[in-house]
C-alpha cells in the first residue's frame, strides 16, 4: 500500500533509465500523528468521566421517640461554619458551658487522625477482612459480594463511633464533601448531617474569635 | 570463501500493519468519544477520593455558585415525556413541535416556564445570553418548579422504562434513575439543602454528588 511502483515514464526517448526498485514513501510522520492522536483519544475518554460521592440523608423523623438513640460517648460531633479552611469537632454530648471545640481541618493530620484514632478498632477488622479475602484467593465478584456483606457488618457495628455533621446556611458545599469524605475514608458509616443548633453556632462563633482566626475569604479556590 | 553479500540500503520495515491498526483504533475512539454537551453553567466540583462512576441514567440537579439551579434528565424520550407532563401541569405553556424536538435533545436547562418557551426558539448566541442572565429553575415555596420538574422527571422515566419493557426488580436494582448533585465548591450549603429538601419531600434519600477524583488514600497501613 505504502510503495508506489513507477512504471512507463522512463520509456519515451530511452535515454532516462527506468528505475528498478519502487519509491517508498517515509510513513514515520503519519505514524506518528495516528499514535498521538490514538493517545490522545485514549486518554480523553477515560479521564473525562466525572466521579461521584454517595450519599444517603436520613428520613425527615418528625417524632422525637422515633429517633434512634445512639449511645453519646461514641459520638463525634463535626462543626462546619463559615470559614474556609478551619472546622471545629467535640466528643460526647454538647453543653454549652464545658464543651470546648477544638480545631482541625481536612488535611492529612487534620480531622483524619482524630477519626482514625476513633475508628482504630473497626479500620483493624476492616484491614483484616481484606486481608483474609485477599488470601482466599476468589473470583472478583465472590470478593466483591463477601467483603459487601463483612464489610458492612463490620462498620454497623453497635460499639462503632459515629459522626454528626452539622453545618450552618453559609458553609460551603465542599466543606461538607470533605467531611463526608473523610468519613468515607476512615470507614465511619454511623454519621448524620444536620443543621447547627442555635447553641452550637453561638458557641463557634465565640471559639473563631477566642482564636482570632481570619474572617473568610471570598476567593472561590477549591483547595 | 565467498563473503555474503550485504544489503546496500537500510533494512526496512513494512509498517502498513501497524499503521492500519492505528489508523482502526484511532477511528474508534473519535466515533465512541463523547462530546461533552454545551453546558449553560461553570461549576467547579469539589474533589472527593470516590471511584464511584457517575451513573447513566441520572436526574442531574446542577447548583453554580451563585445558588443557581439547572435542571437535567437523561434520554431523549424522557425529556419528551417530561415536558408533556409540564404542559398538562401547565396549560399556558405553549411549546410547538419544534421546540419540543429541541427539547429533547438539549442538555441541561435553567429556565422558569416563562421563559422556556422563548428559550427553547432562541438560537444558540441568543441561548448562551439567556443562560447568564437566569435566575435558575425556580425553588422556593410559591413558586416550586423543581418540584415539579422532578416529579414529571420521575414519571416521565417510568413511563419510558415501561415502555421499553424493563421490570421492577431490574429498576429498583441498577437501572433505576439515580439522582445526582452536581454543585459548586464555593456554594453556600444552604442551596444545596434547599434542593435536597426538595428530594426529600418525594421520598429521594440517596444522591450522588458529583465530584472531581483527588488522589486516593490507603489507611490500612496506619491502622495496623
Same mark, same amino acid.
Given at each position: 500500500m505504502a510503495e508506489i511502483i513507477e512504471s512507463g515514464g522512463g520509456e519515451k526517448g530511452g535515454k532516462k533509465r527506468p528505475k528498478k526498485g519502487a519509491v517508498r514513501m517515509d510513513m514515520t510522520p503519519m505514524v506518528?500523528? @495516528?499514535?498521538?492522536l490514538l493517545t490522545f483519544f485514549i486518554l480523553a475518554t477515560s479521564l473525562s468521566k466525572p466521579k461521584t460521592l454517595e450519599i444517603i440523608y436520613p428520613k425527615?423523623?418528625?417524632?422525637e421517640t422515633e429517633k434512634t438513640k445512639l449511645a453519646d460517648e461514641l459520638a463525634t460531633t463535626l462543626l462546619i461554619g463559615e470559614g474556609d479552611d478551619y472546622i471545629f469537632y467535640y466528643s460526647g454530648k454538647f453543653d454549652p458551658d464545658t464543651t470546648t471545640l477544638i480545631k482541625s481541618d481536612f488535611s492529612k493530620d487534620g480531622f483524619r487522625k482524630v477519626l482514625l484514632d476513633k475508628n482504630r478498632s473497626i479500620n483493624e477488622r476492616v484491614f483484616e477482612l481484606k486481608q483474609d479475602l485477599n488470601s482466599k484467593q476468589l473470583s472478583k465478584e465472590d470478593y466483591e459480594a463477601q467483603y459487601k456483606e463483612a464489610y458492612s457488618k463490620i462498620v454497623n457495628d453497635e460499639?462503632?463511633?459515629?459522626?454528626?455533621?452539622?453545618t450552618i446556611p453559609k458553609s460551603k458545599w465542599k466543606n461538607v464533601v470533605n467531611a463526608m469524605d473523610e468519613l468515607n475514608i476512615c470507614n465511619v458509616r454511623k454519621r448524620a448531617i444536620m443543621d447547627m443548633d442555635k447553641q452550637e453556632e453561638a458557641s463557634l462563633e465565640k471559639r473563631v474569635k477566642e482564636l482570632g482566626?481570619? @474572617?473568610?475569604t471570598s476567593d472561590n479556590s477549591n483547595d | 570463501m565467498p563473503k555474503p553479500k550485504m544489503p546496500k540500503s537500510a533494512p526496512s520495515l513494512d509498517m502498513t500493519p501497524m499503521v492500519d491498526l492505528g489508523f482502526l483504533l484511532v477511528t474508534f475512539f473519535i466515533l465512541t468519544a463523547k462530546f461533552r454537551p454545551n453546558e449553560p453553567v461553570l461549576v467547579d466540583t469539589p474533589s472527593s477520593t470516590s471511584e464511584l462512576l457517575l451513573p447513566e441514567k441520572i436526574m442531574l440537579v446542577t447548583i453554580d455558585q451563585d445558588g443557581r439551579v439547572f435542571f437535567d434528565i437523561h434520554g431523549k424520550d424522557v425529556r419528551r415525556e417530561m415536558l408533556n407532563g409540564m404542559i398538562e401541569r401547565h396549560p399556558e405553556l405553549k411549546v410547538t413541535e419544534d421546540q419540543m424536538k429541541r427539547f429533547s435533545v438539549m442538555g441541561m436547562f435553567g429556565m422558569d416556564l416563562a421563559n422556556l418557551g422563548n428559550y427553547l426558539s432562541a438560537d444558540e448566541s441568543v441561548r448562551a445570553k439567556m443562560d447568564q442572565l437566569t435566575k435558575g429553575i425556580p425553588t422556593d415555596s410559591l413558586k416550586n418548579e423543581l418540584s415539579e420538574w422532578v416529579q414529571e422527571g420521575y414519571e416521565a422515566f417510568m413511563i419510558d422504562a415501561q415502555n421499553?419493557?424493563?421490570s421492577i426488580e431490574n429498576l429498583r436494582e441498577d437501572e433505576g434513575l439515580r439522582y445526582a448533585i452536581k454543585a459548586d465548591g464555593a456554594t453556600d450549603y444552604e442551596k444545596i439543602e434547599k434542593v435536597i429538601d426538595i428530594f426529600r419531600e418525594k421520598n429521594i434519600f440517596?444522591?450522588?454528588?458529583?465530584?472531581t477524583l483527588e488522589a486516593g488514600v490507603d489507611i490500612s497501613a496506619?491502622?495496623?
Amino acid at each position: 500500500m505504502a510503495e508506489i511502483i513507477e512504471s512507463g515514464g522512463g520509456e519515451k526517448g530511452g535515454k532516462k533509465r527506468p528505475k528498478k526498485g519502487a519509491v517508498r514513501m517515509d510513513m514515520t510522520p503519519m505514524v506518528d500523528l @495516528a499514535f498521538l492522536l490514538l493517545t490522545f483519544f485514549i486518554l480523553a475518554t477515560s479521564l473525562s468521566k466525572p466521579k461521584t460521592l454517595e450519599i444517603i440523608y436520613p428520613k425527615e423523623v418528625k417524632d422525637e421517640t422515633e429517633k434512634t438513640k445512639l449511645a453519646d460517648e461514641l459520638a463525634t460531633t463535626l462543626l462546619i461554619g463559615e470559614g474556609d479552611d478551619y472546622i471545629f469537632y467535640y466528643s460526647g454530648k454538647f453543653d454549652p458551658d464545658t464543651t470546648t471545640l477544638i480545631k482541625s481541618d481536612f488535611s492529612k493530620d487534620g480531622f483524619r487522625k482524630v477519626l482514625l484514632d476513633k475508628n482504630r478498632s473497626i479500620n483493624e477488622r476492616v484491614f483484616e477482612l481484606k486481608q483474609d479475602l485477599n488470601s482466599k484467593q476468589l473470583s472478583k465478584e465472590d470478593y466483591e459480594a463477601q467483603y459487601k456483606e463483612a464489610y458492612s457488618k463490620i462498620v454497623n457495628d453497635e460499639q462503632a463511633p459515629f459522626v454528626i455533621v452539622k453545618t450552618i446556611p453559609k458553609s460551603k458545599w465542599k466543606n461538607v464533601v470533605n467531611a463526608m469524605d473523610e468519613l468515607n475514608i476512615c470507614n465511619v458509616r454511623k454519621r448524620a448531617i444536620m443543621d447547627m443548633d442555635k447553641q452550637e453556632e453561638a458557641s463557634l462563633e465565640k471559639r473563631v474569635k477566642e482564636l482570632g482566626l481570619p @474572617a473568610p475569604t471570598s476567593d472561590n479556590s477549591n483547595d | 570463501m565467498p563473503k555474503p553479500k550485504m544489503p546496500k540500503s537500510a533494512p526496512s520495515l513494512d509498517m502498513t500493519p501497524m499503521v492500519d491498526l492505528g489508523f482502526l483504533l484511532v477511528t474508534f475512539f473519535i466515533l465512541t468519544a463523547k462530546f461533552r454537551p454545551n453546558e449553560p453553567v461553570l461549576v467547579d466540583t469539589p474533589s472527593s477520593t470516590s471511584e464511584l462512576l457517575l451513573p447513566e441514567k441520572i436526574m442531574l440537579v446542577t447548583i453554580d455558585q451563585d445558588g443557581r439551579v439547572f435542571f437535567d434528565i437523561h434520554g431523549k424520550d424522557v425529556r419528551r415525556e417530561m415536558l408533556n407532563g409540564m404542559i398538562e401541569r401547565h396549560p399556558e405553556l405553549k411549546v410547538t413541535e419544534d421546540q419540543m424536538k429541541r427539547f429533547s435533545v438539549m442538555g441541561m436547562f435553567g429556565m422558569d416556564l416563562a421563559n422556556l418557551g422563548n428559550y427553547l426558539s432562541a438560537d444558540e448566541s441568543v441561548r448562551a445570553k439567556m443562560d447568564q442572565l437566569t435566575k435558575g429553575i425556580p425553588t422556593d415555596s410559591l413558586k416550586n418548579e423543581l418540584s415539579e420538574w422532578v416529579q414529571e422527571g420521575y414519571e416521565a422515566f417510568m413511563i419510558d422504562a415501561q415502555n421499553k419493557g424493563i421490570s421492577i426488580e431490574n429498576l429498583r436494582e441498577d437501572e433505576g434513575l439515580r439522582y445526582a448533585i452536581k454543585a459548586d465548591g464555593a456554594t453556600d450549603y444552604e442551596k444545596i439543602e434547599k434542593v435536597i429538601d426538595i428530594f426529600r419531600e418525594k421520598n429521594i434519600f440517596q444522591f450522588n454528588m458529583v465530584t472531581t477524583l483527588e488522589a486516593g488514600v490507603d489507611i490500612s497501613a496506619d491502622s495496623e
